[in-house]
């Protein structure tokens, strides 16, 4: 059973990638119109066209069910990070895209769900805290490549991140303007190169 601790384990081949898309699927489906709270397995199963027992013998619960399809949403592979030439655009940029990315319905339940799913487990890494530490971290290195100041990956991830995750956990407002207001926040605390 996949745990909070335990990685996503992704494309198993055959009929285990099968029931796997169709688990997938299904939630999502789900996910945009019920809170998870509400989400069971059977609903799951049923929606999915499986048999139950295949998916509690998968995930064991509908936690873990949850929280593992939040982080195939929020870790996708194919994401592209904006390369425009300067760590500033390149931020805002990027804190524009996972505001509005975030701020959607089914995307915000998902992160709800993520949250819930973790509830108890003292566990420092996070598969999506660590999806966009390697983010920060490719960007923050082609800055510094171009000779420019850079806040440290823990900055941004405090200061931009943690604040447009916690809006959306806790139903505040989220936009543009605040994503990028966080981005001037951090990019405050190191002078600029011209």
């Keep these: 059973m996949p ?3 335990t990685s996503v384990k992704r494309r198993p081949g055959g009929r ?5 898309d169709a688990v997938y699927s299904a939630v999502g489906q789900l996910m945009a119109d019920h809170r998870p709270d509400e989400i069971t397995i059977p609903m799951v199963a049923d929606r999915a066209s499986v048999n139950p027992t295949s998916v509690y013998r998968r995930w064991g619960d509908v936690d873990a069910l949850l929280e593992e399809v939040a982080v195939a949403a929020f870790t996708r592979d194919d994401e592209t990070l904006p390369d425009t030439g300067s760590l500033e655009s390149d931020l805002r940029e990027w804190a524009r895209v996972i505001a509005a990315d975030i701020a959607r319905p089914h995307r915000t339940r998902y992160l709800r769900a993520m949250v819930n ?7 420092d890494s996070c598969p999506c805290w660590q999806s966009r530490r390697v983010q920060l971290t490719t960007m923050t290195d082609r800055a510094c490549d171009r000779g420019e100041q850079a806040p440290s990956v823990e900055q941004v991830l405090d200061h931009v991140i ?7 956990v ?5 936009d543009e303007a605040y994503a990028e207001g966080l981005v001037n926040d951090v990019l405050s605390m190191h002078p600029r190169t011209s």
């Design 3 to 5: 745990t909070a601790t």
């Design 16 to 20: 285990s990638a099968r029931v796997q």
């Design 117 to 123: 799913a973790r509830d108890g487990v003292l566990e």
């Design 162 to 168: 943690a604040p447009l995750y916690h809006h959306v």
């Design 170 to 174: 806790f139903a505040l407002p989220i």
